[in-house]
């Protein structure tokens, strides 16, 4: 064949090729439940039929980033690729920087890729706007939130935030600031979610809602624990303590709760 002929036609090849094929490219076992997800995901968008598209758009996030995070990215958030990012992803990483002075953006994206996805003005710069309110004057929203980048994937901050300080009662807003500050990730919780949780450790412990209140402001990261893995600490624990009330302990000093029990106590 002539060559000129096989250079022509290289990307109607390319084109014609399967979009598993564009996957596992990027290192997902052929075969495997992770491509199997991913296709399930894209299947509808017209966008993963075209692989010259889908490279171009690749090769975008990597002269960008780095090969290894486009890649981390785009199997973590497939749609991603489903945005102009040969047009639009100069503009964004610029307005990226400037809201996360000094951060690696490669790192913070390969932890929410879906940020890329969301008008730095209206959404990003907005969340960490209501974030800071969220927070102790002394802490920044912006190392939080680079600390931990999917708190500005969630909407309505505030909301979550108002069903947190219900489940506090009786703290200042002053101190519910502080417990956000010393557990932003209490911020992910959905406000049903709060609900939940709170009542499922309310009720393990057999204590009143005041009473509650004071065990999470000593141990706030206790509501993003799962009620199952709690229970089977305070089950534990009274095993290794058959003279004493395992509850009682745990509401003197929710830091049990914290530990591995059968190994600390």
């Known amino acids: ?66 090969a290894t995070a486009a890649k981390a990215m785009v199997v973590r958030s497939p749609l991603l690729l489903t945005h102009d990012l040969e047009r639009t992803l100069p503009a964004k990483l610029d307005r990226l920087r400037a809201l996360f ?37 002394s802490m920044s929203a912006c190392d939080i939130a680079a600390r931990s980048p999917t708190l500005l994937q969630l909407q309505a901050l505030e909301e979550r935030a108002e069903a947190l300080a219900r489940v506090f009662v009786g703290l200042s807003p002053d101190d519910m600031r502080k417990v956000v500050g010393r557990c932003p990730l209490l911020l992910s919780l959905a406000p049903a979610s709060v609900s939940s949780k709170a009542g499922k450790l309310k009720a393990m412990l057999g204590c009143e809602d005041a009473k509650l209140a004071t065990v999470l402001e000593k141990e706030p990261a206790l509501l993003t624990c799962s009620a199952t893995s709690l229970a089977a600490k305070v089950d534990n624990l009274q095993r290794l303590l058959p003279s004493s009330d395992a509850r009682k302990l745990v509401v003197s000093t929710p830091r049990l709760l914290t530990l591995n029990v059968q190994e600390s106590v």
């Not at 690696?104 to 309110?133: C, F, Y």
């Open 1 to 66: 064949l002539d060559y000129r002929m096989v250079i022509s036609i290289f990307p109607l090849l390319l084109a014609l090729c399967p979009p598993s094929s564009f996957w596992i490219e990027l290192g997902v076992p052929p075969s495997s439940a992770q491509l199997a997800r991913l296709e399930d995901m894209t299947r509808d968008r017209a966008v993963f039929s075209d692989t010259v598209l889908l490279r171009r758009r690749m090769h975008a996030l990597s002269s960008s980033l780095s």
């Open 101 to 137: 002075p000094g951060v690696p953006l490669g790192d913070l994206l390969v932890r929410a890729p879906s940020l890329l996805q969301l008008d730095a003005e209206t959404k990003i710069a907005a969340r960490l706007d209501v974030l800071q309110r969220l927070l102790p004057p």
